[in-house]
Structures are given as structure tokens and as C-alpha cells.
């Protein structure tokens, strides 16, 4: 086989590899981004055996946070989005995972210094995933409102998809709930496991 | 000393003009895939580094694991580059060179946005390449890369909407809005484009001109060098 036939197989080649690439990393990136974690377990009710101490009247947002999740930016920011617009009563509690096994600090990564930030927020360090197991939440990101009697009203990831943020269903569902005070809504969740399929199913 | 170039061409003169032209785009052109096969390269390697950066590991509560970012980042982004650089390493200055280049830019765009969270800071790349892709002075390059943009927005917006507007029911016309911005661009590069191929091509005549006054001046002077020759020997 002569030089310029063998360059010609080459192209021929790395153009099969360009076009079946392309194809095969769209539909990897959409089955990654598209594919929700495992819905929440949600009470009805604010769990009694809670150590967070709910605002008396208020109404509450909580968030489950794995500190190392990359899709746990996206979640932050869509919080920042609606403490800025839902009403100035609305607080927040971020709880953020850590095994105890691990050592402490592990924990402090740019996500959770962010939540730090947060407007009317208090971060919590759950450890081994305590109130997360209270709360019936298994996927990092997972939000839950509750209204100022406790009553769920909220349950769900607040971002569109893995990792992204932007406005979407999910933000603009808690501002009109909160704002508005009526109405419940659910969302599927997108982000890292907090607990993982074997540990939920052995609850 | 002044040379005066006439308006009238000659036959020869057009085509050694055309010659020239084209020689020029040759190079020009060459160069221009070498500068993306590079680009190609650096963009690669910046992906590998913002997924290792950005989204190292995906967590299941203790345990991680290599994040699927990463593994786009190198498996997809080599499978997006390999055929560009083949072609401008091996095909330099053809046009299906410089069209798989600007397809797999724009890809290349598209993929930064996905592993930086469709961040809309990094969209800015896709206007950054599009003004790049007019170093070719070929109109027809931007009509390949604003396809695959338009393409890319309206398929992802039939079919997975909420990763490249935010919003789960835009409007069926939405893509059009985020490409118009992208043909606004095209429109100023593809008028620079006509308006470069017009100056390289306006040069190349001037110098096939210069070229063919200075045969006729080296062809006087030898004409003359010849009779004084004939003077000296007779006289």
C-alpha cells in the first residue's frame, strides 16, 4: 500500500472515530446530565427527632449537601437565586455530609464556604448523614421547604439538570410557593449520592 | 522611478495573477490549520485540566470515583480533534480541511460549555472562534461553524432543552434567537472575509503587473544592450 493511500485509510479512520465520537458523547452527556438521583423518602411532616431547631413560624428551606460534588456549585447557586427572591421570612439550613470516619475538614471545600454566604442561612455539619436520614433525602441537592406549621411543601433538586445552574421549574415553583403561601411541588433531583442504594435500601 | 500599471490586463497577465492568488491563499490557509491544529491541542489539554479541576470525582457517599467529565474530557475530546489535525498535518490549505475544522471547534466550544456547566461566561469561546475561523477569508468556513452551532442549540432544544436554555418548554424558535447573535458576528467576519480575498487578490494582480513591466523593461534593456553591442562592433 502506497503513502497516500495509507494517509487516505488514516483519514477515513480518524473521520469514523470523529463522527461515531460525537454521536456517542451526546447521548453519554445526556444520559449523565438527564438521569436524576434517587428521589427523596419525604415526611409530611418536619421530623420530630431533628437536632435543627426549625424558626418558630417561619418557613424553612433544607438542603442536603455533599461537600465534594462538583454538581453541589449549581445547587448553591439556584439557593442564592431564591433567598434573593422569595420573601425576607423564608430561612435556610444547608446540611453538608461528612462520614465520621473522615477527618474533620474534609468537609470545607469552596462549595460549602459558598453556602456560608448564603442570605438567612446557617450551615450544619451532618455527620454520617444523620439528618439527611431524618429528613428522608438521599442525593446531594435535595431541597425541602416546609411552611411555617412544619407541613412539607417542597421536595426535589432546585436545579434543571446535573450541574446546571439557570433559572428553572424548580426555583420559580419554591418563590411562588413561598412567596405566594399555597400550592406543593415536587422535582426530581440531580446530584452525587449522599447515601448510597445499599446503605438507603438497609435503612 | 515610477511604474504605471495599466487597467488593461492581459490574458497571461489575469492568469499569473490567479496564480498568484491562489498561491497566497495556499499559505495563508496552510497556516491557519497549523495555528487551529494547535488550538485544537491547547483546548484539549485546558479541558482535561478544567475536569480535573472543576469535577475530579463523582461521590456516592464515602466512596468516589473518576467523574464522567473527565473521561468526556479525554476520550470525547480527543475523538473531537483527532480528524482536524490529521487533516491540517496531512491535507493542508484543502477545503474539506478547513470545514472539519470548523465543525470540530464549534464541538470543541460545546464541550467546554458541558464541562463547565453550560456556564454562559464560557459561550464567549464560541464568538472567539467564529472570529479565528475568518483568519481563512472563507465565508463559506462560517457557514459550517454557525450549522453546527444552530444544529447543536436546536437538537439539545428539542430533545434536552433545560441544558442549553435553562427552562424545560422554550419557545420552538428559541434556537434561532441564540444563533441570530452568532450570525450578527457572521456578518461583520463574512464582509472582512469578501473584503481580504478582495485585497490578496488586488495585490496578486499588482504584482503580476510589476512582474510583467519588468519583463518588458528587462527585455528593452537587453534589446538595447544588443544594438549598442552591434554599434560598438561596426563602428
Known amino acids: 500500500m502506497s503513502a497516500r493511500h495509507g494517509i487516505s485509510a488514516l483519514l477515513i479512520l480518524a473521520g469514523l472515530i470523529w463522527a461515531g465520537t460525537v454521536g456517542a458523547m451526546y447521548r453519554a452527556v445526556r444520559r449523565f446530565e438527564t438521569t436524576p438521583g434517587r428521589a427523596a423518602a419525604a415526611h409530611d411532616q418536619w421530623p420530630d427527632a431533628s437536632r435543627i431547631s426549625r424558626p418558630a413560624g417561619a418557613w424553612t428551606l433544607v438542603t442536603l449537601i455533599h461537600p465534594h460534588c462538583s454538581c453541589s456549585r449549581a445547587t448553591i447557586e439556584e439557593l442564592q437565586a431564591i433567598m434573593e427572591k422569595a420573601p425576607p421570612s423564608l430561612h435556610s439550613f444547608v446540611l453538608v455530609y461528612r462520614p465520621s470516619d473522615f477527618p474533620a475538614g474534609w468537609e470545607k471545600t469552596d462549595v460549602v464556604e459558598a453556602a456560608y454566604h448564603l442570605p438567612r442561612s446557617h450551615v450544619v455539619i451532618d455527620v454520617d448523614a444523620r439528618e439527611a436520614r431524618l429528613f428522608g433525602g438521599f442525593t446531594s441537592g435535595q431541597t425541602f421547604?416546609?411552611?411555617?406549621?412544619?407541613?412539607?411543601?417542597?421536595?426535589?433538586?432546585?436545579?434543571?439538570?446535573?450541574?446546571?445552574?439557570?433559572?428553572?421549574?424548580?426555583?420559580?415553583?419554591?418563590?411562588?410557593?413561598?412567596?405566594?403561601?399555597?400550592?406543593r411541588a415536587s422535582h426530581p433531583v440531580f446530584g452525587c449520592a449522599i447515601i448510597s442504594q445499599q446503605e438507603g435500601a438497609s435503612r | 522611478?515610477?511604474?504605471?500599471?495599466?487597467?488593461?490586463?492581459?490574458?497571461?497577465?489575469?492568469?499569473?495573477?490567479?496564480?498568484?492568488?491562489?498561491?497566497?491563499?495556499?499559505?495563508?490557509?496552510?497556516?491557519?490549520?497549523?495555528?487551529?491544529?494547535?488550538?485544537?491541542?491547547?483546548?484539549?489539554?485546558?479541558?482535561?485540566?478544567?475536569?480535573?479541576?472543576?469535577?475530579?470525582?463523582?461521590?456516592?457517599?464515602?466512596?468516589?470515583?473518576?467523574?464522567?467529565?473527565?473521561?468526556?474530557?479525554?476520550?470525547?475530546?480527543?475523538?473531537?480533534?483527532?480528524?482536524?489535525?490529521?487533516?491540517?498535518?496531512?491535507?493542508?490549505?484543502?477545503?474539506?480541511?478547513?470545514?472539519?475544522?470548523?465543525?470540530s471547534q464549534m464541538l470543541s466550544s460545546a464541550l467546554l460549555i458541558h464541562l463547565t456547566g453550560g456556564r454562559i461566561e464560557t459561550h464567549f469561546h464560541v464568538f472567539g472562534s467564529l472570529a479565528f475561523l475568518a483568519f481563512y477569508l472563507d465565508w463559506q468556513v462560517l457557514i459550517t461553524a454557525t450549522v453546527v452551532v444552530a444544529a447543536d442549540h436546536f437538537l439539545r432544544g428539542i430533545f434536552w432543552p433545560e441544558s442549553v436554555y435553562g427552562v424545560a418548554n422554550p419557545e420552538w424558535w428559541r434556537f434561532l434567537e441564540h444563533a441570530g447573535w452568532v450570525v450578527f458576528e457572521d456578518v461583520f467576519l463574512i464582509w472582512s472575509c469578501v473584503m481580504g480575498r478582495r485585497e490578496i487578490e488586488s495585490s496578486a494582480l499588482r504584482e503580476a503587473q510589476i512582474e510583467e513591466l519588468s519583463e518588458q523593461e528587462q527585455l528593452k534593456t537587453a534589446a538595447l544592450q544588443m544594438a549598442l553591442a552591434e554599434m560598438q562592433a561596426t563602428a
Open chain 2, 1 to 103: 522611478m515610477s511604474i504605471a500599471i495599466s487597467n488593461d490586463v492581459s490574458p497571461a497577465t489575469a492568469a499569473r495573477a490567479a496564480e498568484l492568488n491562489k498561491d497566497r491563499l495556499y499559505a495563508r490557509r496552510a497556516r491557519v490549520d497549523r495555528m487551529f491544529a494547535v488550538l485544537l491541542v491547547v483546548q484539549y489539554v485546558a479541558g482535561i485540566i478544567g475536569a480535573l479541576t472543576v469535577s475530579p470525582y463523582a461521590w456516592e457517599g464515602k466512596v468516589h470515583a473518576i467523574h464522567m467529565h473527565v473521561w468526556i474530557a479525554v476520550i470525547g475530546g480527543a475523538g473531537i480533534i483527532i480528524l482536524p489535525i490529521l487533516l491540517a498535518l496531512f491535507r493542508p490549505g484543502t477545503t474539506l480541511t478547513r470545514h472539519v475544522i470548523a465543525a
Open chain 1, 145 to 183: 421547604l416546609y411552611d411555617g406549621n412544619g407541613h412539607l411543601r417542597f421536595s426535589g433538586g432546585v436545579t434543571a439538570l446535573r450541574g446546571h445552574a439557570g433559572f428553572n421549574r424548580a426555583v420559580a415553583s419554591v418563590v411562588r410557593i413561598a412567596k405566594s403561601g399555597s400550592g
